[in-house]
Every structure is written in C-alpha cells, then in structure tokens.
C-alpha cells in the first residue's frame, strides 16, 4: 500500500476534546471491550489525564495506586501491572481498529514507550473532499495529527508513528478473521452470562419505587427506595482469579497483572504473587482461571433475582470484573462478596467504622476479619469466622451489608458480603426477609441520625451467621448498625453509631 500523495489529500483539523471523549466512549462500549472490566478503566484514566492534560507527575507509581487501587507502599519494581495492562490495552486498540473501530474518524493509539494515548484525526481526499460520500470518507488512509503529549515509559525507545499506522493497515485477510470470530464468541458468552430472571406475576416496573415505595411488604419497600427509578439493577458476583495447572488443580493468585481466562502465566508472575511460591514452582505450566464463584453468592444472587421479578424487576447478573463505568452510572449496583474475593467491592467499598481486614494477604481462608474501629459498649472491635475447636467445623461466619451512595446523584450501591461465602449467602437472607428487613428498619430508625424524609439511609450492618455442617445457613442475626456520616456521591466519610 503506498503513500496518499500530499497533494491528493488534505489534513484534518486535530480533534478537539469533546470529539475525543465521545471517541473513547464509542471504544469502551465496543464489543471488543465490553468484557475487559480493567482494560476499560485503565483507558478511561489515562485518556481522561491526557484530555485534562494533567499529565505532569503522571508516573508509574501513580497509575498503580491511582487506577489499579494499589496501596501507598506499591513498587512498580516488583509488581509490573501497569506496565503488563499498558501493553496489554495497546494491544486491545489495535484488536479494536483492525475490527469495528476502522472506520472510526479518531486513531486512539497508546505508542510505545508512553503511558498516555494520542488522538489523531483521518484525513480525506482533497479532489474529492466536498463531493465524497461516507463511505468514501471511510476508506481513505489515515494522515495522523498528534493533539496530545505522553509520558515515557522506562526502559522503551520511541517508535516510529508512520511505521504504527502501516503496521494496522497491512494485518492479513486471516488476521481479521479470526477478531471478528473472537469479537463474535466474545459477544455471545457475554450475552449468556447476563442472566436474567423471569417476570412473575407481576408486570414490568418502570419505577420501583413509585410502584412499591409504600408497599404493605417491608421487604418490597425497603428494596423499592433502593432502585428508585432503575428497573434493571445489575448484580455482579465475585470471580476471583486463580492459576489452574494441568492436573485441575487451582492455585489463588491473589496481586499482580493477569490475562483473560486460559492464557498461560509468567512463571515468573506466578511464584511472586500466588500464595503459595513454593508450592506454584512445582506445578508446572499455569494457566489464568477466573470460572468459580461461591455457593453463597449463587444462592444470594438466586434469592434477589427471585424478590426483583415479584417487582417486576429484571436485574442482569455479572462477574465483577465486567462491570463498567456505565454500569455504575446508569443502574444501582448490588455487590456480592467481600473484598477479598470481588474486585469490585475492593474498589468500589466505601470506607466506614466497619472493614474488612486480612492480617496475612496469603493466608486468607476463614483468617480474616472484620474490624469495629468504634465499638460500643455491647459491641467488639473485631468479628472473626468461628469454628468447632474439636472439629474445625465452621459454626459461625460475619457479614456486613452496606448501602452507599452510588457514582453519581441518584444511584446506589448495595455491598452484601461476609468473610465467608457463607457469610454472604446470610446476609443477603437477612435483607430479603420479613423479619431481616423490620429488624434492620428498627434499628436505622432508633439511630442517632435521621435522614431526610424520603431519603434512602444509608448505613453498614453487621450481621452474624449461624452454621450447620460448615455450609448450611441457619439464621442470621443483626448484631450492630453503624450509619455514613456523609452522604455523598464520593462514598467517603465514616459511619456513625
């Protein structure tokens, strides 16, 4: 393929940023993008820093803590994440322009060596200019006008921007064949995975809380003031990421970059951060598997999807990592899990006086706890999974159901999570029942604060959960109600007794 000649072809004007963002949008919510949760925001924060031009300081460091919520001691030395989600979403643009996005009038390329994307703006034949027809403007090649600056990668030299634009346009015939098989199979497990529940006998709600806001049934009620006006909330349960080896074995691998679902994994990657190095060295070629979830959270999401279609409700069921910014933005969104195991509510949980906490981060199971930081007098500073001292039989397990304010004004988030799987399966028994939700309203009403009339509260409860044989849920009980002190979109602020 050769050259436009300079004559023939006259540049555009570099986009401007509104025509970037819509661009980015336009990416995120392609097929080639919907699964790719991390990917998703990872573009959105650089390109959002590159479109501000709050590019200053922008290191390494600075995406890890800031977009991947990697604590302050993080140290890109020993954890390469960024550098691996970086390769990986230049890689993904490029999946992106060879399939849906090669028509699209903005080139979103993140060049090697650099952290930002640029945006670059097609050009069109000059002869033809005033008289071509969009699909004319479509085929025409790309002469690119760099809008923004990057950030430089350590340790990578700068490429050739010519070479990267040709380097698209001459992928095989096969090459777009098989993107175009993987962005349809892509597509169609997406779709089978949103999982959506029958009607009952009740019609269709357009508006919950209209419909149920003042319902006879507490628990309808209570359910109502959470939705609000969104008649397709979303659930997304935890799909933790483990090392499968070939035996069928699996291996948690708790920290660092990970791949899609059966790629292999860097040995290397594997030994640093699964939680048992030694025994990982072992186990021969490893491969990424994020295909489980927990009984209790199946059961949870069984029993709210039961409760949303007697409202008329159809709620679409997620694994974690699928949720995307829009998700957040246009539904109310019920987390189910603790941190540990869904990434979601280990980005998304607002902090309050009760938190999740593991003392050992490769020693999790039924290790962990959740901390009171201001106990009253009938309550405990900390609340751990309690079992048989003979048998080890699990008898006891905690959980915490928060209701917080969502992303955005008029949209909330529902975390339902116990330090066990079935932990959480009690806990979302607790609030979709009669006597859960009349003891939970209780409670928020006897509180030290009231919210404003016809405000949904919002609140963390702890609730305890009773076991039989380790796994079957006899009773859940509400042990303590702590309410936010701020209600705000940002989530922060702490709780008050």
Not at 25 to 32: N, V
Not at 469 to 489: C, I, R, S, T
Request: proline share 6%; charged share 20%.
């Amino acid at each position: 393929m050769a050259h436009a000649d300079a004559s023939a072809a006259t540049k555009c004007d570099a986009p401007s940023a509104e025509q970037c963002r819509q661009q980015i949008h336009r990416i995120i919510h392609s097929p080639t993008f919907r699964t790719a949760l991390t990917l998703q925001q990872l573009f959105q924060f650089v390109a959002d820093k590159a479109i501000a031009g709050t590019t200053e300081g922008l290191k390494e460091y600075t995406i890890g803590v800031e977009a991947f919520g990697r604590r302050e001691d993080f140290d890109p030395k020993t954890d390469p994440i960024v550098r691996v989600q970086i390769h990986r979403l230049r890689q993904k643009l490029k999946e992106y322009y060879v399939a849906e996005g090669s028509h699209d009038p903005i080139l979103i390329e993140i060049p090697k060596g650099h952290y930002l994307p640029s945006f670059e703006g097609a050009t069109v034949p000059g002869a033809n200019l005033s008289n071509s027809t969009s699909s004319q403007l479509d085929t025409t090649f790309p002469i690119a006008t760099p809008l923004l600056a990057h950030n430089v990668e350590p340790g990578d030299q700068k490429t050739s921007k010519e070479g990267r634009v040709f380097s698209w346009l001459l992928c095989s015939r096969a090459a777009i064949a098989v993107t175009a098989i993987a962005v349809f199979a892509t597509g169609f497990w997406a779709g089978n995975r949103q999982i959506r529940n029958a009607t009952g006998g009740e019609t269709a709600s357009s508006n919950p809380e209209l419909t149920f806001g003042k319902s006879a049934d507490p628990v309808k009620a209570f359910w109502a003031r959470f939705l609000g006006d969104d008649p397709a909330p979303v659930i997304a349960y935890p799909d933790a990421v483990f090392l499968l080896d070939d035996s069928n074995d699996l291996f948690r691998f708790r920290q660092g970059a990970s791949d899609s679902r059966g790629a292999r994994v860097d040995p290397h990657l594997a030994r640093q951060f699964a939680s048992n190095p030694a025994l990982v060295a072992q186990a021969g070629p490893l491969y990424y598997d994020n295909g489980y979830t927990g009984t209790g959270e199946l059961q949870g999401a069984a029993m709210l999807t039961s409760l949303f279609g007697q409202m008329g409700v159809k709620a679409t069921i997620k694994p974690s990592r699928d949720i995307t910014p829009d998700d957040l933005k246009q539904h109310n969104v019920i987390l189910l899990g603790s941190p540990f195991q869904n990434i979601a509510v280990a980005q998304l949980l607002s902090t309050g006086d009760f938190t999740f906490d593991n003392p050992d981060s490769r020693r999790e199971e039924w290790r962990a706890q959740i901390l009171n930081s201001h106990p009253r007098a009938d309550e405990s500073s900390a609340y751990h999974t309690e079992r048989d001292p003979t048998t080890q039989v699990l008898k006891t397990d905690y959980s915490l159901i928060t209701i917080q304010p969502g992303v955005v004004l008029g949209r909330h988030i529902a975390v339902l999570g116990g330090l066990d799987t079935k932990g959480t399966e009690g806990a979302i028994m607790f609030v979709t029942s009669r006597p859960g939700i009349e003891k939970l309203s209780k409670a928020i009403t006897a509180s030290s604060e009231s919210e404003p009339k016809g405000e949904l509260p919002l609140f963390q409860a702890l609730v305890r959960v009773r076991l039989e044989k380790g796994y079957q849920v006899l009773e859940a009980d509400l042990m303590a109600v702590h309410k936010f002190h701020a209600q705000n979109p940002s989530g922060t602020g702490g709780t008050t007794p």
